[in-house]
């Protein structure tokens, strides 16, 4: 197994988040990606640059022409209005807002386009944000030429909270989006995503909703009392042609592993029984015991019975980074799920 990764990854460093109503460091910090490397590297894995993609096609397969002009610019023009920092957006759009009008000034556009205001916009944003693209980009490629069967995008910032025109949930560009839409692209005809991260991947269930040709499944914290709030419940099944291609599995804070795992078994039934040719994990940690923002309880030796019950299915599979903010565990937690799919490609 190969790991892409990219030190632009590390551009992105967020002075503070808006937390439970005060601006607190960012949980979502370059040094998770430097754990996540180092803990990789010393389990022996080789370690990779991305390729270099000479246009935006594959994230204009997912994403708003807008909304990535937007994410590119935004900074600057923060810095145009002589505001020093982190953009934030202090306004959102009201229900049944009109989506056709983009807001013209900076304000009106940092609201139009996400959804909360813990994901600062630095001056590193673009350049991290599109790397990690680009990696989990690179990753897709290898697997759907048949070089390799599993790979890792060790990916920074995460993106499942991202959809085609909105960021937040510490995202930016959905990267296991633009992979999974890059897959299908070049030769993948069903593709499952199961997303694992402790939140709701509302970004990625959104983006497929409609697709009868990716399976999305999912097994986070109930939205009714944990981000993202709005989307996640088990009874989101898709729409029109995707109908039946969505899966929800939300469960209560505490979830240890014992119903962690007939949730996981479900969901792996579920992607069995679409019969998938490709599968997309997007693992977040963040189901940790010791995570700092959320409430699961798996532990180290939980992450190899999830690893394990995930090869079991026998895909090729990209493995793509998504949350996890306990710093000392998440290295050793990716690098557990990664073992039970190492071995010969
Ligand atoms: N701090 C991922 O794990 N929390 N994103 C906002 C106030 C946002 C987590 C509530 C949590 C986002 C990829
Ligand atoms: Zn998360």
């Known amino acids: 197994m190969r790991t892409i990764y990219s030190p632009d990854q590390l551009l992105h460093a967020p002075r503070t988040e808006f937390h439970r109503g005060e601006l607190v460091p960012g949980f979502e910090c370059p040094q998770r990606a430097e754990n996540v490397l180092t803990a990789v590297r010393a389990a022996g894995l080789a ?129 296991a989006a633009i992979a999974t839409q890059y897959l299908g692209d070049h030769g993948a005809s069903r593709i499952a995503i199961l997303d694992v991260d402790y939140h709701h991947g509302n970004g990625t269930q959104q983006i497929f909703y409609d697709r009868s040709d990716v399976l999305f499944a999912s097994i986070h914290a109930d939205p009714a009392t944990d981000y993202p709030y709005f989307l996640g419940h088990d009874d989101e099944t898709g729409i029109g042609e995707g109908t039946g291609c969505n899966v929800n599995f939300p469960l209560p804070r505490g979830t240890g592993w014992q119903s962690y795992s007939e949730a996981l078994d479900a969901a792996c039934q579920r992607i069995e029984d679409f019969a998938p040719d490709t599968l997309v994990l997007s693992l977040g940690v963040d189901t ?58």
């Not at 953009?87 to 013209?104: K, N, Q, S």
Request: proline share 6%; glycine share 10%; aromatic share 8%.
């Open 288 to 345: 940790s015991e010791n995570d700092p923002i959320s409430a699961f309880r798996l532990n180290t030796e939980d992450y190899r019975g999830l690893g394990q019950r995930i090869a079991r299915l026998d895909l090729p599979t990209l493995i793509v980074l998504e949350g996890g903010y306990a710093l000392d565990d998440i290295g050793a937690h990716v690098v557990a799920v990664l073992g039970a799919f190492s071995g010969p490609g």
């Open 47 to 175: 370690i990779e640059a991305p390729a270099s993609f000479d246009d935006e096609q594959h994230l204009l397969r997912v994403h708003q022409p807008e909304f990535i002009e937007f994410l590119r610019t935004a900074h600057d023009q923060w810095l145009a209005l002589g505001r020093d920092g982190d953009a934030l957006p202090a306004t959102w759009p009201v229900r049944g807002a009109r989506p056709d009008r983009i807001p013209v000034e900076l304000d009106g556009k940092l609201g139009f386009f996400s959804c909360d205001m813990a994901t600062p916009i630095t001056a590193g944003t673009w350049r991290t944000t599109r790397a990690a693209a680009d990696t989990a980009t690179s990753g897709a490629q290898l697997l759907c030429t048949g070089v390799e069967k599993t790979v890792f995008a060790l990916c920074r910032p995460p993106g499942h909270h991202a959809s085609r025109n909105v960021y937040g949930g510490y995202c930016y560009l959905n990267n």
